[in-house]
């Protein structure tokens, strides 16, 4: 998480682990597969937490808070976790695609923040996510993020007024899913043409023969710091 999964080597790895390469790649057949294995266990970590603090007997609003309260406790302490979520290379063998397919197909909802809908393959991730950009590509715009809000009546956007993000990045160059997109925001290019492009959205779609499954997306959140902004941790939340 230091210097980037895309720059840390399995040998590094290893050596800050303590155990031989040999011991890693037991294990671990690849990089991606490491990377992989991080994300689905903290995840999973979070998933217990959650399903532990769900008490039925609570009033509506208390039974949120109690469930809000364990998610964030699962991420106290766990910034290197998040690093890599948000700057791992989004490369899915079929194995993985498999494991998220059945996740979306029984009704599972998906968070995405920043980088994490970037890939080799758009289209798929576009299917899981609503909106996806292609690995590789010069896709991004760096500046102020000036937002205009599309639907203040969404209960995410509840009580928000168009604002400004300071020094991230906005994207473009998006392939998009043909249905399904609730754009909640947008945001004009701050550099080079000023395309109006979503960066904030809901998707709502059914996987043949399963259950309902939504996801949110951020598309911002490279400048750490901005997850601290009184706005944004609202909208999250």
Request: aromatic share 8%; with cysteine; hydrophobic share 40%.
């Amino acid at each position: 998480a230091e210097m980037g999964m895309d720059k840390a080597s399995m040998a590094l790895v290893a050596q800050h682990s303590k155990v031989s390469k040999a011991l890693l790649y037991h294990y671990y057949p690849s990089k991606d597969a490491l990377i992989f294995d991080i994300i689905r266990s903290h995840l999973a970590e979070v998933a217990t937490a959650v399903e532990a603090a769900d008490d039925a007997s609570l009033l509506p609003k208390d039974r949120l808070k109690a469930l809000v309260l364990a998610v964030l406790k699962t991420y106290e302490g766990a910034d290197n976790h998040h690093k890599v979520q948000l700057n791992a290379t989004s490369a899915l063998t079929d194995e993985q695609k498999a494991d998220l397919d059945a996740y979306v197909k029984r009704g599972g909802g998906v968070v995405s923040l920043h980088d994490s809908l970037c890939g080799p393959d758009p289209v798929y991730f576009a299917s899981i996510f609503g909106g996806a950009k292609k690995h590789g590509e010069q896709n991004f715009s760096q500046g102020d993020m000036k937002y205009v809000l599309t639907d203040k009546t969404d209960p995410i956007m509840q009580g928000m007024s168009d604002f400004v993000l300071p020094k991230d990045e906005a994207f473009k160059l998006m392939t998009w899913a043909p249905s399904g997109m609730k754009v909640l925001a947008t945001v004009a290019m701050p550099t080079g043409t000023p395309e109006v492009i979503p960066q904030i959205w809901t998707y709502e779609h059914t996987v043949a023969g399963g259950q309902p499954a939504r996801s949110f997306v951020w598309m911002q959140g490279h400048t750490y710091v901005n997850f601290a902004n009184p706005v944004i941790k609202e909208m999250l939340l």
